[in-house]
């Protein structure tokens, strides 16, 4: 079964053809960057709720990925009954909101601040994700029906790339766009910075520190589920996509900076640019031209690169 890691470093064809039919470095260059910047775009509503919830709460979530998962899940049955992806996207975010609320108030509450039991009740829950994941909807791959209107390609400069996935690539930014004017412009978003900065400060100081903690886990439980079903018509939804792409969006926030929204944006770009260049040159050393970076970075700047001690 081919996964995401085949078909982003596969997309993208020339429109026109050089001497000999092959590409040229200035083509290649192009393609492997735009399926990077969209890879990367996916990566950001995986990684930045993530992140959130790493900020406010020091939650390891190991059931970050089974949001993701199971947002492409949901989202593939409700567009299936509906034919509306937009419904479908939306009501995979909020189904995965609604199931970040159940857990962090009915589990993970009652172990504040207490890091090696909550990361041990998400793996718990990550686990049970996916056998349910397997009872319900099987053991077989699933693509998501691209919407009608974004089908087919476009030409930039002198390759064809899907415009789906430019699509992807703008609703990322404007996701990042909108949580950068709630985090930095609202007085919900100043009291967030304030959860982030120093839990004990902002409670003596009359914050609800609990309700904001709730509030910012089901954020990122709603960004990841919606991320699934973005990412659905691209490399669809299968058992063990959950892990997969865990292990990546650690990377971004490790590389961003934990609690980073601007860390977690960047960081993404990085990572799908760097993954999808060392799949289209090295596929043998893919994974380590991924993860010596990171290492590296960590080694300098041990906070990321927009982190703070």
Not at 106 to 123: N, S
Request: net charge positive.
């Amino acid at each position: 079964m081919e996964t995401w890691r085949g078909r982003f470093s596969g997309a993208g064809r020339k429109g026109t053809k050089g001497q000999g039919g092959e590409k040229t470095l200035s083509e290649f260059l192009l393609v492997q960057t735009l399926n990077g910047i969209s890879f990367g775009a996916l990566l950001f509503l995986l990684a930045s709720g993530l992140s959130l919830i790493y900020g406010v709460m020091k939650i390891v979530n190991i059931a970050h990925g089974s949001y993701f998962m199971l947002g492409a899940y949901v989202g593939l049955s409700v567009i299936l009954r509906t034919k509306s992806f937009i419904l479908g996207a939306f009501a995979g975010g909020l189904a995965i909101g609604v199931l970040g609320l159940v857990m962090e108030r009915g589990f993970l509450r009652k172990f504040p601040l207490q890091p090696l039991p909550q990361m041990m009740i998400t793996l718990g829950f990550a686990l049970v994700f996916r056998d349910l994941a397997l009872l319900i909807w099987g053991g077989d791959p699933y693509m998501l029906p691209c919407p009608e209107f974004l089908k087919g390609s476009t030409q930039i400069y002198k390759v064809v790339f899907p415009v789906y996935r430019l699509f992807v690539i703008g609703v990322a930014a404007a996701v990042a766009i909108s949580l950068w004017i709630f985090n930095e412009r609202t007085l919900v978003g100043a009291k967030l910075r304030a959860a982030v900065d120093d839990h004990e400060m902002a409670g003596g100081v009359g914050l609800n520190v609990p309700l904001i903690s709730g509030c910012m886990f089901g954020l990122g439980a709603f960004l990841a589920g919606f991320g699934g079903v973005m990412g659905g018509p691209i490399f669809g939804v299968y058992p063990g996509l959950d892990f997969e792409l865990l292990s990546l969006a650690f990377v971004v926030v490790i590389v961003g900076g934990r609690g980073s929204l601007k860390g977690s944006a960047v960081g993404s770009i990085l990572v799908g640019l760097v993954d999808n260049f060392g799949k289209a040159l090295v596929p043998e050393l893919s994974y380590f031209t991924l993860f010596a970076p990171m290492a590296i970075v960590v080694a300098i700047k041990p906070t990321g690169l927009f982190g703070r001690a």
